[in-house]
């Protein structure tokens, strides 16, 4: 069983920066991958960006450049760095962590984005 819980969401202006984190409740190494998927009001969940054991990264095409996600093992965290913030990035994100077979998620942490 592993417990994620996230925090870091907020208001910000559009072109400001925002960083999310996830704290799991076991030793990162012990996690295939992790990542943070976003839905947004009426629409499905989208995956954001993810990061596999071994520190390999993927990313939505519309947050490439913008994005970093990022670990740190010691503290069993992993952060989403947001800048250039768009209203579109306006949406609950969510945290996973894949222990093969099984999904687990966090509650997830809204962020809005004004124009």
């Known amino acids: 069983q592993v417990q994620l819980v996230e925090s870091g969401g907020g208001l910000v202006q559009a072109g400001e920066s925002l960083r999310l984190s996830c704290a799991a409740s076991?030793?990162?190494?012990?996690?295939?991958?992790m990542g943070w998927y976003r839905q947004a009001p009426g629409k499905q969940r989208e995956l954001v960006a993810t990061?596999?054991?071994?520190?390999?990264?993927n990313y939505a095409d519309s947050v490439k450049g913008r994005f970093t996600i990022s670990r740190d093992n010691a503290k069993s965290t992993m952060y989403l760095q947001m800048s250039s913030l768009k209203p579109e990035d306006t949406a609950v994100y969510y945290c996973?962590?894949?222990?093969?077979?099984?999904?687990?998620w966090g509650q997830g942490t809204r962020v809005t984005v004004s124009s």
């Open positions: 990061i596999a054991r071994g520190g390999n990264t």
């Open positions: 076991v030793s990162i190494f012990s996690i295939d991958a």
């Open positions: 996973y962590a894949l222990v093969i077979p099984l999904n687990y």
